[in-house]
């Protein structure tokens, strides 16, 4: 078991940054495939980046315009995801989730992540 807790959500102004981060207790993250969805208010989740179990290979939304940046240190547990230019329209809670298992491939699919944090809301407004 794992439990997920992220943390560095809150109220920014368009065109601003944050800086999410996802801590691992239970063990260690560098056993699994990383990932960060969100879910906006009577929208269904939605994939934003995914991590590699070593970090190597990063998976991004087609909608993300390059605005998204995932890193993850095993040596802390933590995975990140750096989210710059916010708009409106990013205003969510972001989630992190683990793949368990020899995956390494970094999915989009949130069916193939067993393990989820509580979330931490974003809300991008002037």
């Known amino acids: 078991q794992v439990q997920l807790v992220e943390s560095g959500g809150g109220l920014v102004q368009p065109g601003g940054s944050l800086r999410l981060s996802c801590t691992a207790s239970?063990?260690?993250?560098?056993?699994?495939?990383m990932g960060w969805f969100r879910q906006a208010p009577g929208e269904e989740r939605e994939f934003v980046a995914a991590?590699?179990?070593?970090?190597?290979?990063?998976n991004y939304s087609g909608s993300s315009g390059g605005r998204f940046t995932i890193s993850k240190d095993n040596a802390k547990n933590t995975v990140y995801l750096q989210v710059d230019s916010l708009q409106p329209e990013d205003t969510a809670v972001y989630y992190c989730?683990?793949?368990?298992?020899?995956?390494?491939?970094?999915?989009?699919?949130?069916?193939?992540?067993?393990?989820w944090g509580q979330g931490t809301q974003v809300t991008v407004s002037s």
């Open positions: 989730a683990a793949r368990e298992g020899t995956y390494s491939s970094p999915s989009s699919s949130g069916a193939d992540y067993s393990f």
């Open positions: 991590i590699s179990r070593n970090g190597d290979l990063a």
């Open positions: 239970g063990r260690t993250n560098s056993r699994y495939v």
